[in-house]
């Protein structure tokens, strides 16, 4: 077990952390995460969180203090940018593992880690600079604090540090993303306890969480109201109650099923082994949940995925509090479908899967030759450009690696061993990705660039005008804080609208007023979309470049 651990701990080092370099940042989430971590750093103010030196309330601090930490200990790249979540990814996968080893036994902690580890969705997260991971760290380990808690019978100084460290994560989580830290914990925990029949325990419990949370929460919490007072207003109302009920204040509506299909998806490749997972519920599947852990993965599953689905705002990272209950569930299946020790039932499932993507890489690589002759099909040439050889040469060796441990798995007799090989099937893909990314993807996701490609034109007294997602990366790339909105604020609303700051956001009129009064400065103003440059006065020298637009007036 000493060795699988190892190599369990190698294998995240190697997916998780090896590729967070590879490529670059993509728009609108990661620059801005970035940038507001690096302004923190440069303006020396770690109390309230700045876009473009504007304030920025959507998010309370934690999440911008830990992207901040790992700019200073490893400098403004993108490997510092995605580090946080990382980080907070394996930590959520240990958290699991504390909490299975201790209730449910080496070989549930060993699934339920790796199926945890190994989802897409998860995986698609972890690499990715969001709040959404250390979020999803904090109530996991909350969870976890509370479950160690709730098993000690009698109160001992077990029972009491395991609520202080329940509370103490809840608080973290509090000051990355706000109030859903109590949300969620209070939906899984209230139902539990009366699953249970101890709900007279809800009136005991959480005083001593709630102590851990004041103390946790409490200082930064008076420090910026204190800074600004209308922060609680803001970060309450508007970025709480309102986005929650009202769905033409979300930024992202969408349909009440909206993340039925986000963890379907999410749950690859695990979502292959369903029936294998079913079978080993089949005969236990009352006994299961009659299990005080089973009961607790149920409702940590199922409460907040239906507050998640209720809200009237959805992304797909915001589910991600519900996929260490998932492990838990499908380990247990799993864990079920081994012991019972008959392999020829998981083969076909096998077989299919070695199929399709023998078939995909096939017409993967019939079309790449088909379009690198310059055959068009509605305007597209391919996934891949003529000089992007290296990169399809890698997807393809990645899905060659997943067919060849997928025909180990349907080779091996032990039926653990042939898991393992369908697990370790798709990591290949996984790493392959951060390094495959097609060029069409990042012309439109990715602006580094471009940008960088006008780098060297940028002078500190060149002004700046930016038009909605884009002004997070030119603060990022360019290093500057001073850069002007045209036309619409966007996410930045809030912060333009400050007395201190309103003069930041140009109309045509303004930005023509600017151009006439100082003839002979260098101004870039960088678009998003080619129509809003027929917006703008004649320019004497202007560049067009893919989706991105530059304007230069002289």
Same mark, same amino acid.
Request: glycine fraction near 6%.
């Given at each position: ?23 670059? =940042? ?5 620059? *801005? ?7 923190? &750093? ?12 504007? *304030? ?130 209070? &939906?899984?925990?209230?139902?539990? =306890? ?7 325990? =809800? ?146 499932? !096998? ?12 017409? !993967? ?30 997807? &393809? ?82 290093? *500057? ?44 103003? &960088? ?28």
């Amino acid at each position: 077990m000493r060795r699988i651990y190892l190599l369990i701990i190698g294998l995240f080092i190697i997916l998780y952390i090896v590729p967070l370099g590879l490529r670059p =940042l993509f728009t609108p989430d990661e620059p *801005r995460y970035a940038e507001i971590a690096r302004e923190l &750093i440069v303006h020396n103010d770690w109390v309230v969180p700045k876009v473009n030196n504007l *304030r920025y309330f959507e998010k309370p601090i934690m999440g911008h203090w830990l992207n901040a930490a790992s700019l200073k200990l490893f400098g403004e790249n993108n490997f510092a940018v995605r580090f946080a979540s990382a980080l907070a990814a394996g930590m959520a996968g240990l958290a699991l593992f504390m909490l299975l080893k201790k209730f449910a036994g080496d070989s549930m902690a060993l699934w339920g880690t790796v199926i945890f580890l190994s989802s897409i969705l998860v995986y698609g997260i972890g690499t990715f600079a969001v709040l959404d991971g250390p979020t999803a760290f904090f109530l996991t380990a909350a969870m976890t604090g509370f479950f160690f808690a709730y098993m000690e019978k009698q109160w001992n100084a077990r029972k009491v540090g395991a609520l202080l460290l329940f509370g103490f994560f809840c608080g973290l989580a509090f000051l990355t993303k706000g109030f859903l830290a109590f949300v969620v914990p209070a &939906i899984i925990i209230g139902p539990f =306890l009366i699953w249970e029949r101890r709900w007279k325990e =809800l009136f005991i419990l959480p005083w001593i969480p709630a102590l851990a949370v004041i103390i946790t929460a409490l200082p930064w919490s008076l420090l910026i109201h204190f800074r600004d007072n209308d922060f609680w207003n803001y970060f309450f109302w508007i970025e709480h109650v309102q986005r929650f009920l009202k769905k033409e204040e979300s930024q992202h509506p969408a349909p009440f099923w909206f993340f039925i299909p986000v963890v379907i998806a999410g749950s690859i490749p695990w979502l292959f082994l369903l029936q294998s997972i079913i079978s080993g519920y089949k005969e236990r599947c009352v006994e299961a949940f009659k299990q005080p852990l089973m009961r607790y993965a149920a409702c940590w599953l199922v409460f907040p995925f239906l507050f998640f689905s209720a809200s009237s705002g959805k992304l797909a990272t915001y589910v991600l509090p519900c996929f260490p209950p998932i492990a838990i569930l499908i380990a247990y299946g799993l864990d079920n479908f081994m012991a019972r020790n008959k392999p020829g039932k998981i083969d076909l499932t !096998l077989k299919i899967l070695l199929s399709v993507l023998a078939v995909a890489a096939i017409v !993967l690589i019939t079309a790449q030759i088909v379009f690198s002759t310059g055959i068009k099909i509605k305007n597209f040439e391919g996934l891949y450009g003529k000089d992007e050889l290296f990169k399809f040469t890698l997807v &393809i060796a990645a899905v060659a690696l997943w067919c060849s441990l997928l025909w180990m798995a349907i080779s091996a007799r032990d039926l653990k061993k042939k898991i393992a090989f369908f697990a370790l099937g798709p990591l290949g893909c996984f790493f392959a990705w951060n390094a495959a990314v097609p060029n069409l993807v990042l012309d439109v996701k990715a602006p580094e660039r471009i940008l960088m490609k006008y780098a060297d034109r940028i002078t500190p007294d060149t002004m700046l005008v930016s038009y909605k997602n884009l002004l997070t990366s030119i603060c990022w790339y360019y290093k *500057r804080d001073d850069v002007y909105i045209y036309s619409k604020a966007g996410e930045l609303e809030y912060g333009i609208n400050k007395p201190d700051s309103v003069q930041r956001l140009l109309t045509k009129e303004d930005f023509e007023a600017k151009v006439q009064a100082a003839p002979r400065r260098k101004i870039f103003i &960088i678009l998003e979309s080619p129509r809003l440059i027929k917006e703008m006065p004649a320019s004497s020298d202007s560049v067009i470049d893919k989706k991105i637009l530059f304007q230069e007036y002289k």
